[in-house]
């Protein structure tokens, strides 16, 4: 009945959602279905446990919990769901997902404290050491693995072994890492992870997920109850108890999920990372063959975010650049340091090499059709 259908294919280089496959877009086609059905909750269990192994999670202490939202509901979830009464969230910031961290901290009235970095640097493990030290009612650590809004890698594994010197719990917004970067979630120190199904697994936007322990979930049951709908133990526990979701569950974008997952393991993690790598590493050609510069150290970069400066050039104008790309089917993505003018290129999705080489052929004639100069020119150096 599908065939036949076909569906433009546009090369996303934004940061999530990403480019799928036509087999994922179209598994979203199903007969239709209440979602209470034991069929669909065993599509969910099987989807829980696949999402631990991406991570290589031991089924035994690791779970996994599936939310209906975008994957910032994750932050709100693991933030509000998992900080004991009368104690403190330490937020190891230097971007704005670590930021959105802090701001929900303040939506909920958390304890916190907003331990900042410059945005182009790692943090100073020895000042998160001592932020440690000095406060014993810290809880709860929480960073960001790769800074979406500029590209940096984060030490999370170091920070990680910091926060359990120190008996605190250790959260990862892994949003833009998960299942593209190998992660080991013990190895890395990590009590809980999560992420989006748009961007590592390259499915639909609406299903999000939280990776982390069991244990820790089931303690978390004496904790303060500050929301309803993103409470990670009460979600959890209606999972375990009935197999299925609190509340209706973006039906659609599961089937999507399903597909994605088994398009994963047929890649192979190792065979993506490289994907991922090849991509990236055509990107970096492309800009500097252009001339374009880039903000962060190449060696602190994720491998999946490349964040450029705009060029002094009195033609640039991003707005009309980004309308020449996508009027072809490239997308292109404005950048979120507030201190520098910058524009994205990422590395995500069901993309490879010669898309990126299709991409910088299209940026080529877009910075003609604008008389930008090439190489792109920039006033210090
Ligand atoms: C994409 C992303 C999120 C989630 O953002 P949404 O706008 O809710 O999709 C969270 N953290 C990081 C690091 C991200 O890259």
Redesign the pocket.
Known sequence: MLEGISIKRNILLN??PATTTDTVKLAQIVPDICPREKEFGSMMKQMREDLVRIVHGDPKVYTSVLFC???????DVCLNSLLPKDKKILVVNNGA?ST?AVEICEYYGLEHIDLKFPVDELPDLQVVEETLKADPDIALVHT?????GTGILNPIREIGALAHKYGAVFTV?T??TYAMRPIDIEKENIDFCMA?A??GLMAM?GLSFVIGRKDIIEKSAQYPRRSYYCNLFLQYDFFEKTGEMHFTPPVQTIYSVRQALDEYFAEGEQEKWARHTRVFEAIHKGLEELGFKDVIKRELQAGLVVSVRYPDDENWDFEKVHDYCYERGFTIYPGKISTTNTFRLCALGAIDEEDIVEFFKVLRCALQANNISIPVKYKEC
Do not use: L
């Open positions: 940061p999530g939202g975008s994957g910032t509901i994750n932050i997902y959105r960001t693995h790769n800074e979406t917004d949003t833009s989006s748009q961007k936007t």
